[in-house]
């Protein structure tokens, strides 16, 4: 499986980014795709996943109401919508896959390389 996130940069609060990673080589394993995040001396952590089939959606708590998961099959796509952005969301923004619906890194078997976010306050 690779997977390729794009789509970070510098924002103000309250602003608006998509992230997006493009997925290849995806296996009878790869169920779910998630977005994760570290942000500098913390651990990474669970925002949203997505079941690639089918649509079901999950989010942290920090998250909802604000980011939005979605999947484009025909171009093997997967975005996070981030609206109404805070400088707590600054971080490296990973997409993951995982065999099924997982809230922590431990689940995650396939990693693309990170994205950077910024929100400046």
């Known amino acids: 499986v690779q997977l390729q996130a794009s789509g970070g940069g510098l924002v103000q609060a309250g602003g608006s980014l998509q992230l997006a990673c493009l997925v290849s080589?995806?296996?009878?394993?790869?169920?779910?795709m998630n977005w994760f995040r570290q942000a500098p001396g913390k651990e990474r952590e669970f925002v949203a996943g997505?079941?690639?089939?089918?649509?079901?959606?999950s989010y942290a708590d920090s998250v909802k109401g604000r980011f939005s998961i979605s999947r484009d099959s025909a171009v093997n796509t997967v975005y996070l919508q981030m609206n109404s952005l805070k400088p707590e969301d600054t971080a490296v923004y990973f997409c993951?896959?995982?065999?099924?619906?997982?809230?922590?890194?431990?689940?995650?078997?396939?990693w693309g390389q990170g994205t950077l976010v910024t929100v400046s306050s």
């Open positions: 993951a896959t995982s065999p099924g619906a997982i809230s922590n890194a431990a689940g995650a078997i396939s």
């Open positions: 080589g995806l296996t009878t394993s790869d169920n779910f």
């Open positions: 997505i079941k690639w089939r089918e649509g079901r959606r």
